[in-house]
């Protein structure tokens, strides 16, 4: 069975891959990935914040200062709580490079046009094959308009391809006014793939306490079904590679992947679960439900459920919100 894609120019043997998460913080851990068959590794995420921070020539000015802004620096991490620091990152990308036969695609995570993009080509230097740039920023200031929120992410991606020749992907949130036209716009910044979605991990509020919590809850197969809509919008209609990432749980979230237009298929929560020889098994799934469904290809149904070749497209638009409600019996 031909498994192969290419995602960000690269050929790959299936579209399968651990997503940005501790699992690559660790190279006994992404030798392991490799051996459970991972057609790439995506590393685990460098923050603008902790660049910012080892950049800061005296720490204690900072700290005085901490709880000046909803944003301030205490909000984060210490130096020591994050798992690498930024020369940390670029030796284990070295080391990893060096370990594994794959691609590695190495993670940047940030909101600013700053100094700390310049990490994108020290990250190539490295030896990465390509970049995910992921811009999770959530607004709370009303000052704040959609168009400066796109346009700082559009000119971060600028920056970027103007230091580096390695492929970028882009990691978006859903929760755009026009997702389309900003896909466009990131296309035309030079954007080699756009990767959906990130996951928003929400605070709960401790009623007792008084305190909100940042607690972990890892995806379910429910959260599939957005990114299943968007990539449907997109494939076809922007150049770009598409990547789906949260909700990927079992072979049929890949096989719904890809028929909805995905070039790569990222999972994380799962593998957090079940640990990396996960990977095997969803290869093996799909392999066996492809020889099913006499299909000869992943590339022969890849799309075929896209808005552009969907037998019932408008169930991805509008018309799929009027039906539900209005069919609703209980």
């Known amino acids: 069975m031909d498994l192969s894609t290419t995602y ?11 997503g940005a998460s501790p699992l690559s913080t660790d190279l006994d851990q992404i030798r392991r990935l490799e051996d459970a068959g ?22 204690a000015h900072v700290d005085a200062h901490a709880e000046s802004s909803a944003e301030a620096t205490s909000y984060f991490p210490r130096p020591e709580g994050y798992r690498l ?18 691609p590695v695609i190495a993670s940047l995570n940030g909101v600013t046009k700053g100094g700390w993009l310049s990490y994108a080509k020290q990250m190539q230097q490295a030896g990465a094959d390509a970049l995910e740039l992921n811009v999770y920023y959530l607004p709370t200031d009303a000052a704040v308009t959609a168009e400066q929120v796109e346009g ?11 230091s580096v020749t390695i492929p970028v992907a882009v990691k978006l949130a859903p929760f755009y006014s026009s997702l389309p036209h900003f896909a466009h716009r990131l296309e035309a910044a030079g954007a080699d793939g756009l990767v959906l979605f990130n996951r928003f991990y929400q605070p709960e509020i401790d009623v007792e306490e008084l305190e909100v919590r940042r607690t972990l809850h890892l995806s379910t197969p429910d959260e599939l079904n957005l990114r299943l809509r968007w990539l449907a919008i997109l494939s076809g209609r922007v150049r770009p590679s598409l990547a789906v990432s949260g909700g990927v749980h079992a072979a049929t979230d890949v096989v719904k992947s890809v028929m909805a237009g995905a070039h790569a298929v990222q999972t994380v929560s799962a593998l957090l679960r079940q640990g990396p020889a996960h990977l095997k098994r969803l290869r093996e799934d799909l392999v066996r439900w492809l020889e099913e469904h006499e299909y000869e290809s992943l590339a022969q149904m890849r799309g075929s459920m896209n808005l552009v070749k969907s037998p019932d497209p408008k169930a991805y638009e509008r018309a799929n919100y009027i039906q539900i409600l209005s069919g609703w019996k209980g």
Not at 8 to 18: E, S
Not at 85 to 102: E, H
């Open 85 to 102: 620091g930024p020369d940390d990152y670029l030796a284990l990308i070295a080391r990893v490079k060096a370990a594994v036969k794959v």
């Open 8 to 18: 960000l120019g690269l050929k790959l043997a299936h579209p399968l891959m651990p």
């Open 152 to 162: 700082t992410a559009v000119e971060m991606v600028k920056e970027i391809k103007k």
């Open 38 to 59: 991972a057609a790439a590794i995506v590393m685990h995420s460098l923050f603008e914040e902790q660049i910012a921070m080892e950049q800061a020539a005296d720490l």
